[in-house]
């Protein structure tokens, strides 16, 4: 299995406050991405990061933040949480464009 | 709009049939990949795509990227009831390091 772990695997969250997710690798993969699945909408991209330092928007990037200041950490930032961001995030890296992207375990969200 | 819209969402079948699943877009790729997730875990690769017209077969899964590069089946032979999951289709566009991914189709198969 690749070595991709996710913190925390669950986390339930007061309305306004910040969080943080963590994904670490241990595959020194070059490529790494937050997706978000929420029923009947498959996967949905938030941030991804093609290096140290170097990120960019996904599809549904509003209210997150994300940093990755050494290859093996990738982390996404609620600022402040809402309801809406209630979901399963996964984690996810590959070493090169077009091969496999291996995902992390998980992280179930709840804002209350 | 997704970039991939995978048809049908949703899909209910007995043991023995034969199913198609299918992604569309309007984008063209330099690969796509087919993934499987089962509940609680991370999706899984099954097969990529990489070249227009080609056809890759995975026991009774048979994959097929289109000719323009644009969408990709996948067929199930014979189903069983351990094909049951979800099925994701992802794709490279051209340019760019983004991996997006359709809504995907839920898969169940009853004895």
């Known amino acids: 299995d690749a070595g991709i772990t996710q913190s925390p695997r669950h986390k339930v969250t007061e309305t306004g406050t910040p969080v943080t997710l963590r994904c670490h690798q241990t595959?020194?993969?070059?490529?790494m991405y937050w997706y978000r699945q929420d029923p009947g909408h498959g996967l949905r991209l938030i941030h991804y990061?093609?290096?140290?330092?170097?990120?960019d928007k996904g599809e549904v990037s509003d209210g997150y933040s994300v940093s990755r200041s050494k290859t093996e950490d990738f982390l996404l930032t609620l600022e402040s949480a809402t309801s809406s961001q209630t979901s399963v995030y996964f984690c996810?890296?590959?070493?090169?464009?077009?091969?496999?992207?291996?995902f992390g375990q998980g992280t179930r969200l709840t804002v209350v | 709009t997704q970039l991939l819209e995978q048809s049908p969402q949703f899909l209910s079948i007995q043991e023995g049939e034969n199913l198609t699943v299918y992604c569309n877009s309007s984008?063209?790729?330099?690969?796509l990949q087919w993934y499987r997730q089962e509940p609680g875990e991370g999706p899984v690769l099954l097969v990529t795509?990489?070249?227009?017209?080609e056809v890759k077969k995975l026991k009774r899964l048979t994959f097929q990227f289109g000719d323009a590069r644009k969408d990709s089946s996948l067929h199930i032979t014979a189903a069983q009831p351990g094909d049951t999951g979800l099925y994701l289709c992802?794709?490279?566009?051209?340019?760019?390091?983004?991996?997006?991914f359709g809504k995907g189709t839920s898969l169940l198969v009853t004895p």
């Open positions: 595959e020194n993969h070059r490529y």
């Open positions: 984008s063209v790729f330099s690969s």
């Open positions: 992802a794709g490279d566009l051209k340019s760019g390091y983004a991996l997006n």
């Open positions: 990061s093609y290096g140290v330092k170097d990120t």
């Open positions: 795509v990489v070249t227009g017209g």
């Open positions: 996810a890296i590959r070493g090169a464009l077009n091969t496999e992207a291996f």
